[in-house]
């Protein structure tokens, strides 16, 4: 049996404006990361990376779990026609909020000293993670809410309070730093961390009045759910996505603050380690991230997608649509990460006035394209109701990449970094593939999903290298070379699609 073809267009809208959205809302936090990197340099962006892992255990210790508990329920409930109980679900999760943040939130305020010196490993990141604790609380509230549109199809107010929320951030972030540098590093981190906090007061606000406001103009319909049910039912999604965030939050968080004390046991300074790993990680990874604004919203929208499909028990259409976002991933992520391998340095410089952004580049740009794969996929497994599998190979493979971590760092310096997080990844994508495969009976196809849009890639790159290579030799910018190779390689690659005879996916 087919799904509702106007709920399939509902879908596709979706995709396309959360894409459109996102892509804004990308282009301005990176506007925003380019100018906050070179208004506080590499050492406080190094020390700004250690505070987010941080931030990331807040969340998966009281958020995480409940969002993806709102997102597929608000998907169930209203697929059976029961509004009231998609809106019971967010009440229960903002109480258990609630009820989460206050302990973690007075135990990280408290314990900020140790945590800062023996966890982070630097005590100038006490200030930004006490900061850090509102604005996981007000985070925890926007994302509950936003979570409700999403499951219920509705992406338009959460894109367009993201984007507004981005504006709001660069706005409050940067206006800080104008107005309070220079300052020691320890408050620079603050002053970030508290722009933060006034751009998710905004957003949290925001998005809970439009909520409210849905709630009385279209009513609640349906029986609603009984305490103890929706509690189990809640339960059964947030402990395990909770859990499995919390897992792997933390040993992210290990692994972010072992690499500068893994760089410095190898014989290099506190402070250049320090500035190395915010060059990588704070400005060569977010650029690389650029290109795939379009993941996001599609696993927003695919989730809740293949929840209501397995609700009405419409198997093949789950396998569909699994197969279209494996292709979409193909088509999109290959040849941005293969043109990002070729203007990437150049673009790095010019962005972040720093060497050292083109560094590791091409090695990067493979994981970061295999890793797309590896999010659709375990995104596809948390639709279908495999939170559980999602959670062990997380923390499989965030085991993995910090023992590589540990021992390749102090002998390779960060080339130990990315060979341990490429062999993490890889390890990632097949175990998912594996999984999903078995449980939704799931076919490979190849040749539409890696063999044709990567053989066209191969071929953009490599020409595209020798071209911009030519126009430098020839006098050309580095600029226009970069444009003028780019904008040839986009036509290639579509060419060379065309020629083995792929068609854009359906979505």
């Given amino acids: 049996m087919d799904v509702d073809p106007n709920y399939k267009s509902a879908a596709r809208r979706s995709v396309v404006l959360l894409t459109v959205l996102g892509a804004l809302s990308q282009l301005l936090g990176f506007g925003y990361r380019v100018a906050l990197s070179r208004m506080v340099g590499a050492e406080v962006m190094g020390l700004y990376q250690l505070v987010m892992p941080a931030f990331s255990v807040l969340l998966s210790l009281t958020a995480v779990g409940l969002t993806a508990a709102v997102s597929n329920l608000t998907s169930q409930y209203l697929a059976w026609e029961n509004s009231r109980g998609a809106a019971q679900i967010v009440g229960s999760c903002l109480r258990w909020l609630i009820l989460l943040i206050l302990p973690v939130g007075a135990g990280v305020i408290l314990l900020s000293d140790p945590i800062s010196v023996y966890l982070l490993g630097d005590a100038r990141t006490q200030l930004g993670l006490m900061l850090l604790v509102p604005c996981a609380a007000l985070t925890g509230v926007e994302n509950i809410h936003k979570h409700f549109f999403y499951g219920a199809g509705l992406v338009g107010p959460p894109a367009v309070v993201e984007l507004l929320e981005q504006l709001v951030r660069t706005a409050a972030v940067l206006g800080l730093l104008a107005l309070f540098l220079p300052q020691y590093p320890e408050r620079v981190v603050g002053l970030i961390v508290t722009g933060m906090v006034i751009c998710e007061l905004f957003s949290s606000a925001t998005l809970s009045a439009l909520f409210h406001r849905r709630k009385r103009r279209q009513g609640l319909i349906g029986p609603g759910e009984r305490a103890g049910i929706r509690r189990r039912r809640i339960a059964t999604i947030a402990l395990p996505v909770g859990c499995n965030a919390l897992l792997g939050n933390v040993m992210g968080a290990i692994n972010a603050t072992l690499i500068p004390r893994k760089l410095v046991e190898g014989g290099m300074e506190r402070s250049a380690a320090m500035a190395e790993f915010g060059v990588v990680c704070?400005?060569?990874?977010?650029?690389?991230?650029?290109?795939?604004?379009?993941?996001?919203?599609?696993?927003?929208?695919?989730?809740?997608?293949?929840?209501?499909?397995?609700?009405?028990?419409?198997?093949?259409?789950?396998?569909?649509?699994?197969?279209?976002?494996?292709?979409?991933?193909?088509?999109?992520?290959?040849?941005?990460?293969?043109?990002?391998?070729?203007?990437?340095?150049?673009?790095?410089?010019?962005?972040?006035?720093?060497?050292?952004?083109?560094?590791?580049?091409?090695?990067?740009?493979?994981?970061?394209?295999?890793?797309?794969?590896?999010?659709?996929?375990?995104?596809?497994?948390?639709?279908?109701?495999?939170?559980?599998?999602?959670?062990?190979?997380?923390?499989?493979?965030?085991?993995?990449?910090?023992?590589?971590?540990?021992?390749?760092?102090?002998?390779?310096?960060?080339?130990?970094?990315?060979?341990?997080?490429?062999?993490?990844?890889?390890?990632?994508?097949?175990?998912?593939?594996?999984?999903?495969?078995?449980?939704?009976?799931?076919?490979?196809?190849?040749?539409?999903?890696?063999?044709?849009?990567?053989?066209?890639?191969?071929?953009?790159?490599?020409?595209?290298?020798?071209?911009?290579?030519?126009?430098?030799?020839?006098?050309?910018?580095?600029?226009?070379?970069?444009?003028?190779?780019?904008?040839?390689?986009?036509?290639?690659?579509?060419?060379?699609?065309?020629?083995?005879?792929?068609?854009?996916?359906?979505?």
Wanted: charged share 10%; with cysteine; hydrophobic share 55%.
């Fill in 282 to 507: 704070g400005m060569t990874l977010p650029m690389l991230a650029l290109p795939t604004v379009f993941l996001g919203a599609m696993n927003l929208v695919m989730v809740p997608r293949l929840s209501h499909c397995a609700a009405l028990g419409h198997k093949e259409e789950i396998r569909e649509n699994i197969s279209q976002s494996l292709t979409t991933v193909s088509l999109l992520a290959l040849p941005s990460m293969g043109l990002m391998a070729v203007v990437g340095s150049d673009l790095g410089e010019a962005l972040f006035h720093q060497d050292g952004v083109g560094e590791f580049l091409v090695p990067l740009a493979a994981i970061m394209a295999l890793s797309c794969y590896q999010a659709v996929l375990g995104a596809a497994l948390n639709g279908v109701g495999r939170q559980g599998t999602v959670a062990w190979i997380s923390i499989l493979c965030d085991g993995v990449q910090l023992a590589l971590t540990a021992w390749l760092v102090p002998e390779m310096g960060m080339e130990g970094f990315v060979v341990s997080t490429g062999v993490s990844t890889v390890l990632g994508l097949l175990l998912c593939a594996q999984r999903l495969m078995i449980c939704t009976g799931l076919r490979l196809e190849l040749f539409r999903w890696l063999t044709a849009p990567g053989l066209a890639t191969l071929l953009m790159a490599l020409t595209t290298n020798l071209l911009v290579r030519a126009l430098k030799d020839w006098g050309t910018g580095a600029l226009w070379a970069n444009l003028a190779g780019a904008a040839f390689g986009v036509v290639l690659y579509l060419a060379a699609l065309s020629a083995q005879g792929v068609k854009r996916p359906e979505l």
